[in-house]
């Protein structure tokens, strides 16, 4: 006769991010949003590489958060436009991650940002179990969850406290501070790529604005440039002092005065 320890129930593990799609099949919403990503990205790396030396986090871009298991897998997850997530591992057994997976990893991200295409109704939506807001605040719960809307030009911050979102007031440079990354979040009219659209950017905790490795190239460009142009400039000065010098000289010469050295 079989009993519960001769014979012991097996239970499945859950999935890992091996297992689960990487993909819901979705299309991007619009061509702005991934150069927007990549913006985002490109100028929080060096920042992030500073906060991180042994290079312990991970940026993730349109990547699904997996929070329950459910049939079919991808009704259990949320795919932020852009998120961070200081802290873990940037690869999972040697592996570039597929996901993130809240019951593998226990780490919430610090901020998620969605970027809004529509009226913005999906990315507020608070209906329990369904709404982005609602699945973000009460279950996933990064630190910050912006709403970026490009069409306005304005991003909602919101800060978890006390297990609920508050939403964060800018400061004086209109700027949505982050401490925990001693950054400032908030939108930056110019052109990036070929597109001339008013951006969501980081600032340092001064305001300065934070580079992408091209605009820093660029700058650096620019700066020899005007360097350049500096010094052909008193290079310039310096040859009409002399003719003028010599043309002084050969006045007085011929007016029978030596002029001194």
């Not at 459910?70 to 999972?92: C, I, K, M, Q, S």
């Not at 009460?138 to 297990?163: C, D, L, M, T, W």
């Amino acid at each position: 006769m079989t009993s519960a320890f001769t014979d012991p129930v097996k239970f499945e593990p859950p999935p890992d991010h091996t297992q689960l799609p990487e993909s819901d099949g979705t299309f991007v919403k619009n061509f702005q949003e991934h150069p927007q990503s990549i913006l985002l990205t490109a100028s929080i790396w060096s920042t992030l590489e500073r906060l991180h030396p042994e290079a312990q986090f991970c940026i993730g871009q349109d990547s699904g958060i997996y929070w329950r298991i459910t049939e079919p897998p991808e009704r259990g997850a949320e795919a932020p436009d852009w998120f961070y997530v200081p802290n873990v591992p940037p690869t999972l057994n040697g592996e570039v991650r597929r996901s993130y997976v809240l019951w593998q990893e226990h780490i919430a991200p610090l901020i998620v940002l969605e970027f809004v295409s529509g009226n913005g109704s999906e990315e507020r939506d608070k209906t329990p179990w369904k709404g982005k807001f609602w699945i973000y605040e009460q279950v996933i719960r990064p630190a910050f969850y912006g709403i970026y809307e490009v069409k306005q030009a304005s991003v909602e911050v919101y800060h978890f406290i006390e297990n609920h979102y508050e939403l964060l007031p800018a400061n004086e440079r209109g700027h949505y501070a982050l401490p925990q990354m001693g950054v400032e979040l908030g939108i930056w009219q110019g052109q990036y790529r070929n597109l001339d659209l008013p951006w969501l950017r980081w600032w340092d905790d001064q305001g300065n604005l934070l580079l992408t490795g091209e605009e820093r190239t660029e700058q650096e460009h620019l700066r020899a440039e005007q360097e350049h142009l500096r010094a052909e400039q008193e290079h310039l000065r310096a040859e009409q002092e002399s003719q003028r010098a010599e043309h002084l000289a050969a006045q007085l010469r011929a007016l029978g005065i030596e002029p001194e050295v």
